[in-house]
């Protein structure tokens, strides 16, 4: 009888990392870049072409699937959800990466815990509430909520 592969951390050849970057196992992690003092916690995947930017922290059971870029300095909490498949042909597009779309996340961005993005663009300077679904592109600073995500407010400056 062949035992189940228990083996719980995969990190493969073709992962570009920066310096200082932390990866707390288990992890799936491949064809991706990880810049310099990026945080990744535990059971979290990011697939091939997914770059993630300087001083990024993305928490535990976090998905980043493809064609995803996150900016510099972002804050992504835990069991975020990324989507590139909008099943525009009435299903999953199973591997046809044609139908797949891209999201870009600016820099200094927070999303909150259980949020879900669509491809998407989000601008600089943006903070996405805990369980927001963000179906359409954010393209000035504020702070955003709900299902469907929508503005809430302007961000605070600290200074």
């Keep these: 009888m062949n035992q189940p592969n228990t083996k719980m951390i995969l990190i493969d050849d073709d992962v570009v990392f920066g310096n200082n970057v932390t990866v707390i196992q288990p992890v799936n992690l491949y064809g991706c870049e990880i810049c310099d003092d990026v945080f990744i916690g535990p059971f979290v995947e990011i697939q091939k ?5 300087k001083g990024t922290r ?3 059971h976090t998905f980043v699937c493809e064609l995803v870029s996150i900016g510099e300095e972002c804050f992504i909490g835990h069991g975020v959800v990324f989507i590139n498949d909008l099943f525009t042909k009435g299903g999953p597009a199973r591997g046809n990466t044609m139908l797949w779309k891209e999201t870009k996340i600016g820099n200094h961005v927070s999303i909150g815990s259980n949020s879900t993005i ?3 663009e989000i601008c600089d300077h943006v903070v996405i ?3 927001s679904v963000v179906t359409k592109n954010i393209n000035k600073p504020g702070v955003y909520v709900g299902n469907p995500a929508k503005k809430m407010r302007d961000l605070v400056s600290n200074g």
């Design 49 to 53: 072409s997914v770059k993630i930017g």
């Design 58 to 60: 993305i928490q535990s």
């Design 118 to 120: 669509l491809p998407v």
């Design 129 to 131: 509430g805990a369980g």
